[in-house]
C-alpha cells in the first residue's frame, strides 16, 4: 500500500476513535466549557496523530511498545491540552485526577480498537467461509 495513503488511513481511524472519545466525554460533564471550533479541531488532529503513531507501530513485543504508545499518547494528549489552555501546572490534584481519567480514557480507546477489530474479523472470516463454501460446490 502507498505509504500516504496508509499514514491517510491510519489518520482517519484514529479520528474515528477520537471523536467517539470525545462525544463520550461530553455526554459526561468532563468539560466546563462549551466546545469550541478551536476545541473539536485540535482534539481531531489530535487523535489522527495518535492514529497514524499507533498504526506505524509494529507491535511485535507488547513489553516494550505499550508503554512507549502510552507514554507518547500522553505527551500527545498534554499538548493538546496545553494548545488549549486546559492544563493547570501547579495544580496536584489537577495532575491526579488528570491521570485517573487518562487511564479510563486510554483503556476505552483500546475496548473500542480491539471491538473493532473482532467485528472486522467475524466478518472477514464469514466472507471467506462463504467463499470456500461456495467454491466447494
Known amino acids: 500500500m502507498n505509504p500516504l495513503k496508509r499514514i491517510g488511513k491510519l489518520f482517519l481511524s484514529g479520528m474515528e476513535v477520537g471523536s467517539v472519545i470525545y462525544l463520550l466525554l461530553l455526554a459526561v460533564p468532563i468539560q466546563a466549557d462549551f466546545p469550541s471550533p478551536k476545541n473539536i479541531f485540535s482534539i481531531m488532529i489530535m487523535a489522527g496523530i495518535i492514529g ?5 507501530l ?3 513485543d507488547f513489553r516494550i511498545e505499550l508503554p512507549v504508545h502510552f507514554v507518547v499518547t500522553f505527551l500527545i494528549v498534554v499538548t493538546m491540552m496545553a494548545f488549549n489552555g486546559w492544563l493547570q501546572w501547579q495544580n496536584w490534584t489537577f495532575w491526579l485526577l488528570f491521570g485517573i481519567e ?3 480514557i486510554y483503556g476505552i480507546a483500546w475496548l473500542i480498537i480491539f471491538l473493532s477489530g473482532n467485528l472486522k474479523l467475524k466478518r472477514i472470516n464469514k466472507t471467506l467461509q462463504e467463499r470456500n463454501k461456495a467454491q466447494k460446490k
Open 58 to 60: 509494529d507491535i511485535d
Open 52 to 56: 497514524v503513531f499507533s498504526g506505524l
Open 102 to 104: 487518562y487511564l479510563i
